[in-house]
């Protein structure tokens, strides 16, 4: 109320003429001020003071005339709805300058002159009240815009509301349009002053019209607005992010907006017209809303749930605004599941069996391996999955020996200067001296001994001192049969040395040790300490697929022998056969494939389980055949099948998650492009020498196509320093805090550079479109940097194209892409793999 | 549109019907009935593939399953040979033997891709009969 409400009887008209008003850049020019041209009652009588003074009245209601355009202009950009707007004269600008001084009363009224009225009246009463007109119509639009938008178009005068008094009255003041002007051939008398002043009321009195018209609307959106842009909040936080909701049906009493998708009567806010209530019926339809009395926040359905009209035009949408929509609607069909039991990474103490690799778990001949997963089942059909790599190349690192040897960077460091008190569980060598008394038994300079923990020290047996020093590594594994290539990665890690004398066997259970490595000859080393050199080809015929051992003795030499790895590789087995039992909450299932060499592929098992589970839920599985070629196995993923609760009446629906996932794309490449221009020629290359592409090039990567697309991916755990301005947060724990504010369990909330990085008292995770893939994911929706590729002849990934071309697309899930840490759709985007 | 120039158009659109007959497929055997090497800027989408078993060729028999996670027998797209690993397929069990038509599996990355059909019991000869769509973009 109390905006200008007796003016909506004012008759508009369509034209109002301007003829007199004074323009920017004249002398009729309104003052930054605000300020008239003053009149100085000492001088004699100028009627062209008189004029001007009225000129640039007409000027401050032209400006009044653009505001009300601006801000109807506005009302159409937030709610598609077109306003009356006056015509005007030209371009203007549409903030008005206001001097409290200047003006006469508020109260609309104008004190014209009379017959008994010297020339000082005009100024000092009659344009005073109408400068005050002005500027209360201008006053009560912007309180009425203020009160609603966002970003109001146009600013108060008076903000902090002293001077300037809101009022549901609105004086005539005698207006009529008179298109007169003070001229000084005119003569003196009253209808000089008084018929420009009636002119300037009158176009007052039709401004104030339009105000008043424009005030109703902003009063009451819902009863003219073709579109509102509604977001749903939940105790403070938001839930479900601003939505565009158009009109689609008026029939005179009930306004109905539909948002997407626009399942038949779901997604809507109806409102009343008779009753001014509204009503949002949601895409579930099992809570009614009951209708709530008109308001720019009105009460929702749940507890601390609000519903907000937004009085600002909606913004461009991101991937992960598209995934809330995707999940508004559940397809029809089965529905894959992730579940809280996985491992990305295989070479930890969650496997027990087969062969551990360097850098994973792995079968390199028929046997049994066991992954230990923890977490929540429901009752169903359970999916496995294990991320594969059939491979002739079996890696094992230095500190993987069975001598508990370790070493930086996971090699294995022979001890050297063995001080007595530190003799272990290895074999030792003399070196130099008379030899020492070790166990009941002499041993003199170059002979080996086996030390043990129980006896941990010795003596020296002479005048001249002996060192001792590790003499050797010994390694357990099983092959299959058949040539294979040895290589070792080492590098001398102390003192100097021009080479180490290795020797190298291979011990087949029960059988004479074959040497592979001939020290009758050092390997040189002729590089700095810790770089690291390898060994040459040396070739290994494994008899069968049993365990041997392989131990690596460091006959001579000086310095500190430190071994990186040890590699054996077979090149003469291109494909294989694997057929493997697997083991699941007491159920059976069987794979029997066929895998290429160095080519990740995915195996899966499927099991069914009548109860639900918690706790450790161990998967093993048992390689049966044909034992020619190792597999690794890299990731495991346990995944549910169920079935979706389809949305009602959402039959015709079902491409709804795809086209949200496309609209992401878009978005996602816009952005990308976006940070491309920005970073112009200092983009980093992501690319490695040969073009190959590594999985920090893929998080790099995701980097670049962040920086305009904060919540593209979800990143677990994030550190309590580690918050980032413009990306949203999730509370994974009970509540944290950041800056001053508790957010409980689900909450999100965005980071602030104002607001600092830092957060407490819980977790967060980082909330995005997109996570990393897991070994389940293959052909999902992956991003992918485009030109990226398997090299199938080095079987290597690579990339075609460096950052600035590698534009992300969207396309289904390989098993190499899995490998490379690339991000696939959230599940909410999915849809069922078949029909 | 994304309001970039960018290397997403394709200049020409290829209806790549797929149809294997019914064949006989012997246990445990696959057959790659479809090879699509797919270079830079080329792109496919399988639309949909659908496989049918016409009969169980080994009468009174109890199929034993070799790949429990893939039906009776079933037929997909693959960028490997490991038939557990599809990019899109259908698997004949009781309910489902078609892909999900409404959501099209794309496929951009320069490489081979196959389509094979596979038996996936030891003990069961099939007749089968797989049908598909793909659209190449070039």
């Not at chain 1, 590098?491 to 040497?515: C, I, M, P, S």
């Not at chain 1, 161990?618 to 079935?643: A, C, D, H, K, M």
């Not at chain 1, 999100?748 to 990393?772: E, W």
Request: net charge negative.
């Amino acid at each position: 109320m109390n905006q200008l409400e007796s003016a909506l009887v004012i008759a508009l008209r369509d034209t109002i003429k301007w003829e007199s008003a004074g323009t920017g850049s004249d002398t009729f020019y309104v003052a930054a001020s605000g300020s008239l041209t003053p009149v100085n009652a000492d001088l004699p009588f100028d009627a062209r003071v008189y004029q001007s003074r009225d000129r640039q009245l007409a000027y401050r209601d032209l400006i009044v005339s653009a505001a009300v355009v601006e801000v109807s202009i506005q009302v159409g950009d937030v709610w598609n709805y077109s306003t009356l707007k006056p015509n005007l004269q030209g371009p203007a600008p549409f903030t008005l300058p206001h001097l409290d001084a200047e003006a006469g009363t508020y109260s609309s009224q104008v004190r014209h002159v009379l017959n008994t009225s010297i020339p000082l009246d005009a100024a000092r009463y009659a344009d005073a009240d109408l400068y005050g007109r002005d500027s209360l119509v201008y006053e009560i639009l912007a309180r009425a815009c203020g009160s609603i938008f966002t970003e109001p178009s146009i600013p108060r005068l008076d903000p902090l509301g002293n001077t300037i008094p809101n009022t549901s009255v609105w004086s005539l003041a005698q207006g009529a349009p008179a298109q007169t002007d003070i001229n000084a051939v005119l003569p003196l008398n009253r209808d000089l002053f008084k018929n420009p002043d009636m002119n300037l009321a009158d176009r007052d009195n039709q401004l104030a019209g339009y105000v008043s018209r424009l005030a109703q609307v902003l009063k009451n959106p819902f009863e003219n607005a073709l579109r509102l842009y509604v977001q749903i909040e939940s105790f403070g936080t938001i839930e479900r992010e601003p939505d565009v909701y158009a009109l689609i049906s008026d029939d005179g009493t009930q306004r109905i907006f539909q948002t997407e998708p626009a399942l038949s009567g779901a997604n809507e806010i109806i409102y009343h017209t008779q009753h001014k209530t509204l009503q949002w019926i949601r895409e579930d339809l099992n809570e009614v809303h009951v209708p709530q009395i008109y308001a720019m926040v009105i009460p929702g359905v749940e507890l601390g749930q609000n519903i907000e009209t937004l009085a600002q035009v909606p913004d461009r949408k991101d991937a992960q605004y598209w995934r809330g929509k995707a999940k508004l609607l559940k397809p029809t069909g089965l529905e894959i599941k992730d579940t809280d039991l996985y491992l990305t990474t295989t070479n930890n103490g969650s496997v027990i069996g087969g062969l551990m690799q360097r850098d994973t778990a792995s079968l390199t001949v028929p046997n049994q391996i066991l992954f230990n997963m923890e977490g929540t089942l429901p009752a169903g059909i359970y999916r496995v999955s294990a991320l594969a790599a059939p491979t002739g190349l079996v890696e094992l690192a230095g500190a993987q020996n069975t001598t508990y040897t370790s070493g930086t960077l996971g090699g294995a460091t022979f001890e050297i200067d063995v001080a007595s008190g530190n003799i272990g569980n290895k074999l030792y060598f003399v070196e130099n001296g008379d030899g020492v008394f070790y166990n009941g038994s002499y041993y003199f300079a170059g002979d080996a001994f086996m030390g043990t923990t129980t006896v941990p020290g010795y003596t020296q047996s002479g005048i001249i001192l002996s060192t001792i020093r590790q003499y050797s590594i010994n390694f357990d594994l099983a092959l299959p049969a058949g040539s294979w290539i040895v290589l070792m990665e080492y590098t001398n890690l102390t003192g100097t040395t021009d080479g180490f004398r290795l020797k190298a066997q291979y011990v087949a259970t029960g059988a004479e040790a074959v040497t592979v490595i001939q020290d009758a000859a050092p390997i040189p080393f002729t590089t700095t300490n810790g770089n690291l050199i390898v060994t040459p080809a040396a070739g290994v015929d494994v008899a069968n697929s049993e365990p041997f051992s392989f131990p690596i003795y460091w006959t001579g030499g000086g310095g500190q022998l430190h071994i990186r790895k040890l590699s054996f590789e077979r090149t003469d087995v291109d494909a294989a056969r694997y057929a493997m039992t697997g083991s699941f909450v007491g159920s059976l299932a069987y794979v029997d494939v066929n895998g290429e060499n160095k080519k990740p592929g995915v195996l899966r098992w499927e099991f069914f389980s009548y109860g639900s589970h918690h706790g450790p839920s161990p998967f093993s599985t048992n390689y049966l055949e044909e034992g020619i070629l190792p597999i690794q196995l890299r990731q495991v993923q346990v995944q549910t099948i169920g079935t979706f609760q389809t949305t009602p009446l959402s039959h015709g629906f079902q491409t709804w998650r795809q086209e949200c996932l496309d609209r992401a794309e878009r978005d996602i490449q816009q952005d990308y492009a976006l940070a491309v221009n920005d970073y112009g020629t200092d983009i980093p290359t992501l690319r490695d020498t040969g073009s190959y592409w590594l999985p920090d090039a893929t998080e790099n990567w995701m980097s670049i196509a962040e920086v305009y697309c904060p919540r593209l991916r979800e990143v677990p755990a994030i550190a309590q320093n580690a918050i980032t301005d413009g990306r949203q947060y999730q509370v994974d724990t009970t509540l944290v805090v950041y800056h001053g504010s508790t957010f409980t369990e689900g909450q999100k909330f965005y980071g602030v550079a104002t607001s600092g990085s830092l957060y407490s008292n819980g977790s967060v995770h980082q909330v995005g479109a997109f996570i990393k893939s897991k070994a389940g994911h293959v052909g999902k929706p992956a991003l992918v940097p485009r030109g990226l590729y398997f090299d199938d002849t080095e079987n290597r990934v690579k990339a075609y194209f460096d950052s600035p071309d590698a534009t992300p697309i969207l396309m289904a899930c390989q098993p190499w892409m899995i490998a490379q840490g690339i991000y696939v759709a959230q599940p909410d985007f999915w849809m069922p793999e078949n029909l | 549109m994304n309001g970039f120039v960018t290397i997403n158009r394709y200049a020409r659109a290829l209806s790549v019907p797929l149809s294997f007959a019914q064949t006989e497929l012997r246990s445990g055997k696959s057959i790659i009935i479809a090879k699509l090497p797919l270079a830079l800027h080329q792109r496919f989408e399988l639309r949909s593939l659908t496989i049918a078993v016409i009969s169980i060729l080994t009468p009174g028999v109890i199929p034993i399953y070799l790949n429990t996670a893939m039906g009776l027998a079933s037929a997909g797209l693959y960028r490997s040979l490991m038939v557990t690993g599809p990019l899109a397929f259908a698997a004949f069990t009781d309910q489902n033997c078609v892909t999900n038509p409404f959501s099209p599996c794309v496929v951009e990355t320069p490489g081979i891709y196959r389509v094979i059909v596979s038996n996936n019991t030891s003990n069961a000869d099939l007749s089968v009969v797989v049908t598909g769509s793909l659209k190449l973009y070039y």
